[in-house]
């Protein structure tokens, strides 16, 4: 007889492999067809709302493994908050102005672009980023993100466009935008002022100089030991091409100046610095003539080394003796704190640059020249005039345009600023600034990791004032007017209501298309002088302004999000960014943060933890991911890693999580297989009256349940990851070998089998909907084979709940002991059968030894002992007190069962017929 057809052997359509490839796009066409986003949202309806609101990133060309790991962090907490029983809307959004798209169309039109108007340019950048966001909608969405990806927002919309201007009006309407002459960050290659979240600090080599500046006072005003002298005071600086710009030289009043005779020289520098200088400047061992008073060294007056004018000595407690002379170098057209310093006392804020980074007439030695490229000739300079003590290169960390990647300057030029501490139209008090306030909220919000917390508040509190305004064409237009007969820049409430109605309708490019007249109201007067007549500014808005708005003109719109959503998530970068500009405009328009929670990832890194780029080879898209392992792998990544720190991505771990997944995927399998005769609803077993085995399984998958929620709701995806894996391991290692002989062997409607059966219904509904917020794909294919249907979804789902029932905490105690004794069995029929003396484990006779506890335990458990180590027989034999437990294998001196491979004594010898259990499963 062929006892094969009498088996219970698993049926599935459930492939082994996964063919994601094919599988994961089909999946996303039902998704499309049933509306799936739709249906979650209907589902969800009436629940309490909890939004994460999405972060724009540009559309300026394909995903990279950065804006997948971000879209799919959001994606994994959105689904897990749904399935949570919230109401959990997800708006997807874009960038769409600013630099990073204007310079792609830049390079498309080359010379061409001097010909065309600006409005043009706008066009050409509007069809370009359109065209990215398109392209990004797709490639995220095959990453099994789920949105309103019918209707995401866009920076570009006309309806953002006019929330942006509006936001703009509150804060000149409320005295917080100011247009004056600052040193600003200035790239000449993108040819605009640029905000400090626009710079990256990269490794760059300066050269370092020490220069001589002639006093002009009578030296013996200074001391008298001085009379009669040529005194000097000496500065040091990083920076030689800002030496034509100097205007004075600042000391520390809380240092002490010593001065310093050499041959035919003193010089003046900080006595702590001194002894580190004489090596440098090659000159010998000068003669100390003593410390000097500071009250006298303010007001000194010295002579510029290349120039006649004067270079006024002033106190700044900026200075530092970190490193130089104790004596800073100051030119207030080219630093921030030589600018507060030269409004001080009232200098001139000179910065001979034009927009290419190029020297003026103003310096005509070096005019028409790169300003980083002149270091060498205003060293050459220097040395002619005898000023130059020495000269060396330096490598530190330096400013650099994070479009063209090249090192940007600091240059004075009118800009517009949103002023952190000042109101330009009534004095404030300290805390109601914007700074202040904004610091107060930060301690408001939960900082996912904490230090964020610091990282934000220390940025917040040192930052200057936010230059807001760009020279470029492609963004939303400064929308502020110029008197022409005064020259006044004008703003009102009037103005700012017509341009959010014009804007509404039209756009931001009405700004270029119209003139002046038709952009204002009628009757609008100068405030200062009464003209008639104005002129639009030119400049744009800093794209951070733009995406800080979202709040405003996303979540205050309409109904689909809460006015204050509840979570901001991007990387640690944005921190200076959008984080940033979102709290500033929100503090300073609304008195309150943007976000309850703020969640930030690490970058993406190669194996090794290095940076990706494609100058090293090292970059992995998540297209060529998918091609090889498929989105739910890249998935799983997301969960596997602990997102806080860098990522590390590269093949070989690709490799091992593609192992991971399929061992989910198998032991889903396997469960699926098992389950094809299964009705839950007439064949399942109450949970009272289920096997010892199972009652433990179903044990430990209420407590997965615990804590796998817990983890959702603490975003620590790398423990689901981690405790599902130890799970299925669970499963497949011990439970699913253990009771594979009752699946396949017992009667089909055996209790001991349905028993079985019912905690793998259980397990296998538990873990698809535990996992559908990782692995979005294979839990939906696992769901429509447990619940197939035209509208099913496991997404329309909520979480298992923990179960009180399904406890059994003496029992799982037991089990866990019997599991580690199982070990001591395990080991002994593995030596045997690495000796040969058995094939298999069921052709083994197992003797225990045992005493105590154990002895007690494996006595009550006894009847199930054969099954659970899945031998033949076993004989239990009692030890020496205190002794550990022992096993012996014997080959089983009995027939083997030819349906089960049992070996047991009442199947006949000539093996022509079978043992009691597979009797009473044939009848």
């Known amino acids: 007889m062929d006892y094969k057809d009498t088996l219970n052997l698993p049926k599935t359509d459930f492939p082994m492999k996964a063919g994601l490839g094919v599988l994961e796009p089909k999946l996303l066409d039902r998704w499309r067809a049933m509306d799936i986003y739709k249906k979650i949202l209907e589902h969800s309806s009436g629940r309490p709302s909890w939004v994460i609101h999405d972060g724009p990133p540009y559309a300026n060309g394909h995903i990279h493994a950065g804006t997948a790991l971000n879209k799919i962090l959001k994606d994994i907490i959105v689904k897990s908050k749904t399935m949570s029983g919230f109401y959990s809307p997800y708006v997807p959004g874009w960038d769409c102005h600013g630099l990073p798209i204007?310079?792609?169309v830049d390079k498309t039109l080359g010379p061409k672009k001097k010909t065309m108007s600006r409005s043009d340019i706008r066009r050409l950048c509007r069809e370009y980023?359109?065209?990215?966001?398109?392209?990004?909608?797709?490639?995220?969405?095959?990453?099994?993100?789920?949105?309103?990806?019918?209707?995401?927002?866009?920076?570009?919309?006309?309806?953002?466009?006019?929330?942006i201007a509006r936001e703009l009006g509150q804060l000149a309407l409320s005295g917080r935008l100011t247009r004056s002459l600052k040193p600003v960050l200035w790239c000449g290659t993108c040819r605009t002022a640029l905000a400090e979240a626009e710079v990256e600090y990269e490794d760059h080599q300066s050269d370092s100089i020490f220069v001589a500046f002639p006093l002009k006072n009578d030296p013996a005003a200074l001391s008298p030991a001085l009379a009669g002298q040529k005194v000097s005071l000496v500065i040091w600086t990083t920076t030689p091409w800002t030496i034509p710009a100097n205007l004075a030289i600042a000391f520390n009043p809380s240092f002490t100046y010593g001065a310093f005779a050499f041959e035919d020289q003193v010089l003046v520098v900080a006595r702590e610095l001194s002894e580190s200088l004489w090596p440098k400047f090659n000159l010998g061992t000068p003669k100390d003539l003593g410390d000097l008073d500071n009250r006298r060294l303010e007001g000194l007056v010295c002579g510029h080394p290349l120039y006649g004018r004067d270079s006024l000595v002033v106190p700044a407690l900026y200075v530092t003796l970190e490193q130089g002379t104790g004596l800073v170098h100051t030119a207030p057209g080219h630093g921030r704190e030589d600018f507060e310093t030269g409004l001080t006392y009232k200098l001139q804020i000179l910065s001979p640059l034009d927009d290419d980074a190029r020297f003026t007439a103003e310096v005509p030695e070096l005019e028409?020249?790169?300003?980083?490229?002149?270091?060498?000739?205003?060293?050459?300079m220097l040395s002619e005039k005898k000023a130059l003590l020495a000269s060396e290169k330096l490598s530190h960390q330096y400013p650099h345009c994070w479009r063209c990647k090249k090192p940007v300057v600091f240059r004075s030029t009118p800009q517009w600023f949103v002023t952190l501490d000042q109101n330009q139209q009534a004095p404030v008090a300290p805390e109601d600034t914007i700074r202040s306030q904004s610091l107060k909220a930060i301690d408001s919000v939960t900082w996912i990791p904490r230090w964020g917390r610091e990282r934000i508040y220390g940025m917040i509190e040192n930052r200057p004032d936010w230059c807001v305004s760009r020279q470029r064409s492609w963004g939303v237009p400064i929308t502020i007017f110029f008197c022409e007969k005064c020259g006044k820049w004008h703003f009102s409430k009037a103005i700012g209501d017509k341009l959010f109605e014009l804007f509404s309708q039209s756009g931001a490019d009405i700004w270029y298309d119209r003139e002046a007249c038709e952009l204002m109201p009628e009757g609008e007067k100068c405030t200062d002088c009464g003209g008639e007549t104005f002129v639009k500014e030119t400049d744009i808005l800093d794209v951070w302004f733009d995406s800080g708005c979202s709040f405003a003109a996303v979540c205050e719109v309409g109904d689909r999000l809460p006015d204050q959503p509840n979570m901001y998530l991007e990387g640690s970068d944005q921190h200076r960014g959008w984080f940033h500009s979102s709290l500033l405009i929100s503090i300073a328009n609304r008195r309150r943060p943007p976000y309850q929670e703020v969640l930030t990832h690490g970058y993406v890194v190669d194996g090794n933890g290095r940076k990706m780029s494609k100058s090293?080879?090292?970059t992995i898209s998540p297209e060529d991911v998918i091609k090889k392992f498929g989105a739910d792998v890249l998935r799983l990544w997301v969960s596997a890693e602990n997102y806080q720190d860098d990522i590390r991505l590269s093949n070989d771990i690709m490799n091992m999580l593609s192992k991971s997944y399929f061992n989910f995927r198998n032991t889903a399998r396997f469960i699926l297989g098992n389950l094809a005769d299964f009705n839950p609803q007439s064949d399942a077993i109450d949970i009272d009256k289920l096997g010892g085995l199972d009652r433990y399984v179903l044990h430990r998958l209420n407590g997965l349940v615990v804590k796998i929620r817990r983890s959702y709701e603490s975003y620590e995806f790398h423990d689901v990851y981690q405790l599902v894996n130890k799970f299925v391991v669970l499963l497949s290692s011990l439970y699913h070998d253990i009771v594979k002989d009752r699946l396949y062997t017992f009667r089909a409607d055996d209790p001991a089998r349905r028993s079985t059966q019912t905690v793998m219904h259980l397990v296998v509904s538990a873990l698809t909907r535990l996992m559908a917020p990782i692995l979005s794909f294979t839990a939906e294919e696992i769901w429509l084979r447990l619940k197939p249907g035209e509208n099913s979804s496991v997404f329309l789902q909520d979480f298992p709940q923990a179960e009180e029932s399904w406890l059994a905490p003496e029992l799982a105690a037991d089990y866990d002991r019997l599991i580690e004794l199982?070990?001591?069995?395990?080991?002994?029929?593995?030596?045997?059968r690495r000796d040969k003396t058995i094939g298999s484990p069921l052709e083994a006779a197992v003797t225990l030894t045992a005493s105590g506890n154990d002895l007690a335990l494996l006595s009550r458990y006894y009847p199930e002992l054969t099954e659970f180590l899945i031998v033949s027989q076993v004989e239990l034999l009692e030890g020496a007190p205190e002794e550990p437990l022992t096993a012996k294998v014997t080959v089983s001196p009995h027939p083997k069962c030819p349906r089960c491979w049992i070996h047991h004594p009442e199947v006949p010898p000539d093996q022509s017929g079978v043992c009691p259990k597979c009797r009473r499963a044939l009848g």
């Open 616 to 618: 090293l080879g090292n």
């Open 822 to 832: 199982r070990t001591v069995a395990n080991k002994a029929l593995e030596e045997a």
């Open 102 to 104: 204007e310079h792609q």
């Open 368 to 380: 028409g020249i790169r300003v980083l490229d002149t270091n060498g000739r205003v060293i050459e």
């Open 129 to 163: 980023a359109q065209k990215f966001v398109e392209v990004q909608s797709q490639e995220f969405q095959r990453l099994g993100v789920f949105g309103d990806w019918q209707d995401p927002y866009l920076t570009m919309n006309y309806a953002y466009e006019a929330v």
